[in-house]
């Protein structure tokens, strides 16, 4: 009799586990359905939705979505020149988020006029991103995570500024391309970088964000950094040959950094990793010009 109560009790509790197992379950089923299914057309994008939870919504992307290495897996719909728009109205996403500055205007247009629903991105700053990961997170589905890492995101920024707003500036060139020779200047993305890690740079009045030079307007900057970011997208590209420049000091002084690119020019969660790690490394000069010096 007490083994036929104990059974009797152990398929009550047991059924009642089931049942409420299969609720919960239900329950994420449900909403799942609920968030939306997106198409985003750039890899920073792409990142941010990883970053706050909405990575498995994205049906499609575009050529270079690369991190993290699940969005290697997601459908390639076209590139920052020209849209698949048959394969977006295949997919039929219940969102489009696209970059504005950053995707062709006429794909983007008709895709509008098909009643696709879009809304774009277009961060210039460090404080842009952690508003766009809110934004993503809501119209996803996922504004708590986003919160928790925009708000983390916000923190690490402001003691990263702290740490080095009372640094001793040094005079640095960025190479953003090589042929031609191309550099930054006031509102540019990586200008941010080079402002936080004070660094001077000789051309950031110059009235386009992303000038063209020749080394001989270099030549008199006596650059003491060279900060020359490389990309494995860009594996065709040949860097600025700098060793045949011996005259720069910083060549002279062998003080050439080549920060990883993806993480530096996506604007991502993860661009202020390197903008720590870009930093650092400044640091690392600012040590060795000051005992050079002394």
């Known amino acids: 009799m007490k083994f036929i109560t104990l059974l009797v009790t152990l398929l009550v509790f047991s059924g009642s586990s089931y049942a409420e197992q299969n609720k919960e379950t239900t329950k994420e089923s449900a909403n799942d359905k609920n968030k939306p299914t997106i198409i985003a057309l750039a890899p920073h994008i792409v990142e941010m939705l990883y970053d706050v939870g909405a990575g498995e919504q994205i049906i499609g992307t575009t050529s270079f979505a690369d991190y993290p290495e699940q969005a290697k897996k997601i459908p390639r719909i076209g590139n920052y020149v020209r849209l698949q728009l048959e394969?977006?109205?295949?997919?039929?996403?219940?969102?489009?988020?696209?970059?504005?500055?950053?995707?062709?205007?006429?794909?983007?247009?008709?895709?509008?006029?098909?009643?696709?629903?879009?809304?774009?991105?277009?961060?210039?700053?460090?404080?842009?991103?952690?508003?766009?990961?809110?934004?993503?997170?809501?119209?996803?589905?996922?504004?708590?995570?986003?919160?928790?890492v925009a708000t983390k995101f916000e923190q690490t920024?402001?003691?990263?500024?702290?740490?080095?707003?009372?640094?001793?500036?040094?005079?640095?060139?960025?190479?953003?391309?090589?042929?031609?020779?191309?550099?930054?200047?006031?509102?540019?993305?990586?200008?941010?970088?080079?402002?936080?890690?004070?660094?001077?740079?000789?051309?950031?009045?110059?009235?386009?964000?992303?000038?063209?030079?020749?080394?001989?307007?270099?030549?008199?900057?006596?650059?003491?950094?060279?900060?020359?970011?490389?990309?494995?997208?860009?594996?065709?590209?040949?860097?600025?040959?700098?060793?045949?420049?011996?005259?720069?000091?910083?060549?002279?002084?062998?003080?050439?950094l080549q920060p990883n690119a993806d993480a530096m020019h996506r604007m991502t969660i993860r661009s202020l990793t390197a903008l720590k790690d870009l930093c650092a490394e400044i640091d690392k000069t600012r040590s060795f010009l000051r005992q050079k010096h002394s």
């Open 157 to 256: 920024l402001v003691k990263i500024k702290q740490q080095y707003q009372n640094k001793t500036e040094i005079t640095g060139f960025y190479e953003l391309w090589s042929r031609p020779l191309t550099t930054v200047a006031k509102g540019s993305w990586p200008q941010q970088f080079l402002n936080i890690c004070k660094v001077k740079n000789p051309f950031h009045h110059v009235i386009t964000p992303y000038p063209q030079i020749s080394i001989e307007q270099v030549l008199p900057a006596s650059v003491e950094l060279i900060i020359q970011p490389l990309s494995v997208n860009q594996k065709e590209r040949e860097a600025f040959n700098w060793q045949d420049w011996s005259i720069i000091p910083a060549v002279a002084n062998k003080q050439i």
């Open 87 to 148: 394969r977006v109205i295949e997919l039929q996403p219940d969102l489009i988020i696209a970059w504005k500055s950053g995707n062709p205007s006429d794909d983007l247009a008709r895709l509008e006029q098909l009643g696709f629903n879009i809304i774009y991105s277009q961060p210039h700053s460090f404080e842009d991103i952690a508003s766009e990961v809110r934004r993503f997170a809501k119209i996803t589905g996922h504004a708590a995570q986003g919160e928790t």
